[in-house]
């Protein structure tokens, strides 16, 4: 089983639609939770960091539920610059250090 | 650009060559990361820093891998003997740690040198 698992997609949805992702993590341990962002090409950029009590940014909420280990991102009224890939990263214990793993990303398609 | 930089961008090799990676982060960065990723994939670690030390190998890493920050600044990536199912970017990212040596959140990730090995 993956460290970080997510759904790769693609998601593929109209402009102004509400779309949601989900990721899961193997490790009770983790600490720290993140979503990035990833143009074709391009290198990974941070989109949000993950609080435990939920947080919000502009069209952008991510979740943690510590419980069932996963995190999610809604987007909401999605634009077609949105299209992208949405990588999850989760900070996991490796000997005495916490390294910053991500999953493989989950692909999202916005089409006018 | 005080961005992460990566040299070269491109390397096109033969198998069984040694090819060599450079990484210049972020001035005031104390942590420094390589990933490597694959089509479809999302980056996978390889090893980090902090200043000069190497703190992390990936056990995925062979001993044809290694990796250098001699004075805390650059970084060097070197994998010898290259075969074909090395091809892949190779990501460099740096990141501040904060005064507890906690790690603040965000990596900054130089465009990254993609190696195609033939």
């Known amino acids: 089983r993956k460290e970080v698992e997510q759904d790769p997609g693609p998601f593929n949805v109209p402009e102004g639609a509400t779309v949601a992702f989900n990721c899961t993590y193997s490790?009770?341990?983790?600490?720290?939770f993140f979503w990035y962002r990833q143009d074709c090409r391009k290198e990974p950029k941070l989109l949000m960091s993950v609080y435990s009590s939920g947080n919000e940014d502009g069209r952008f909420t991510a979740q943690l539920n510590r419980a069932s280990q996963y995190i999610s991102l809604l987007i909401r009224d999605s634009k077609l610059s949105d299209s992208a890939t949405y990588l999850c990263v989760v900070r996991l214990a490796s000997g005495g250090s916490y390294i910053p793993t991500f999953g493989r990303g989950t692909s999202l398609i916005v089409h006018p | 650009d005080t961005g992460v930089s990566q040299d070269p961008r491109h390397k096109i090799t033969k198998r069984g060559q040694n090819v060599t990676f450079r990484c210049d982060p972020i001035?005031?960065?104390?942590?420094l990361y390589w990933y490597r990723q694959t089509l479809g994939q999302g980056p996978e670690f390889l090893t980090y820093f902090q200043n000069e030390a190497q703190l992390e190998k990936s056990r995925l890493l062979s001993d044809r891998f290694s990796a250098e920050r001699p004075k805390g600044s650059f970084s060097t990536l070197e994998i010898q003997r290259t075969e074909q199912g090395d091809s892949a970017m190779y990501l460099c990212a740096s990141s501040q740690a904060g005064p507890d040596l906690r790690f603040t959140g965000e990596l900054f990730f130089g465009e990254g040198s993609r190696l195609t090995v033939l």
């Open positions: 490790n009770s341990a983790s600490q720290s």
């Open positions: 001035s005031e960065h104390n942590r």
